[in-house]
């Protein structure tokens, strides 16, 4: 089974408008935490916003926001006012409460903003 | 991140070659984590090494690759006799101390291995 799922393999979003990039997890953890992370063509990976699974509060950074719903294990990230920039592959990551270091990645998302 | 430097960015080699990609952590970071990344997949975790220790190399093929981090000196993954195979994208992220990727995870730029 999958361990991350992004179901968007691709999207295309009008300049300006929110986007919503979607993420389920799959974990029997109780101490988890939740990455998204952004890769431009240029090929870095871009640390964008992190939710912690005891976290109360959906975490912001900017214009990133990330939904968290713990009952259905979905963590999506959440862009506010699109940006050409924006366009990119997005990244969802799980680190499981046992490892403190192994990253479990799901296969992204390539959002492409429309001017 | 920027403090996390990998060097070279892009690395062409011949089949049969080694490869030599080098990982400089953040100041003050010396724990050090290299990750894979397939083309059109995400990363996929390889080795953990602090100074001059591999703690965690579940993730590493065990024929041709190795990753040492010395105590002077970038960490270093080798990968001999290269295969069109290893052609990928190779990360290292690096934390200060066991904490691991925590809240916050640096990645430098990634070396981009190409095998012709």
């Known amino acids: 089974a999958q361990k991350i799922t992004q179901t968007q393999p691709g999207m295309f979003v009008q300049e300006k408008e929110a986007v919503t990039l979607d993420c389920t997890y799959d974990?029997?953890?109780?101490?988890?935490?939740l990455f998204w992370y952004k890769q431009p063509s240029s090929g870095e990976m871009i640390f964008l916003i992190y939710q912690g699974s005891y976290d109360e509060q959906n975490a912001t950074e900017g214009r990133y926001s990330l939904n968290f719903q713990k009952a259905r294990k979905s963590a999506n990230l959440v862009i506010s006012a699109s940006q050409l920039g924006d366009s990119a592959m997005y990244f969802c990551?799980?680190?499981?409460?046992?490892?403190?270091?192994?990253?479990?990645w799901g296969a992204g998302t390539k959002l492409i903003i429309k001017p | 991140n920027a403090g996390v430097m990998q060097n070279p960015r892009h690395l062409v080699r011949r089949r049969g070659q080694e490869a030599r990609l080098r990982c400089s952590p953040m100041k003050g970071h010396s724990h050090v984590y290299w990750y894979r990344q397939l083309p059109e997949e995400g990363l996929k975790f390889m080795v953990y090494l602090q100074k001059e220790n591999i703690i965690d190399e579940s993730g590493m093929p065990k024929e041709r690759f190795s990753a040492e981090f010395p105590k002077e000196g970038p960490s270093i993954l080798r990968i001999q006799q290269v295969v069109r195979g290893d052609s990928a994208a190779y990360f290292c992220?690096?934390?200060?101390?066991?904490?691991?990727?925590?809240?916050?995870?640096?990645f430098g730029q990634g070396t981009r291995l190409t095998v012709v």
């Open positions: 974990t029997s953890d109780q101490s988890y935490g």
């Open positions: 992220a690096t934390s200060r101390g066991r904490e691991g990727l925590n809240t916050e995870a640096f």
């Open positions: 990551a799980m680190r499981e409460g046992r490892s403190n270091y192994q990253l479990i």
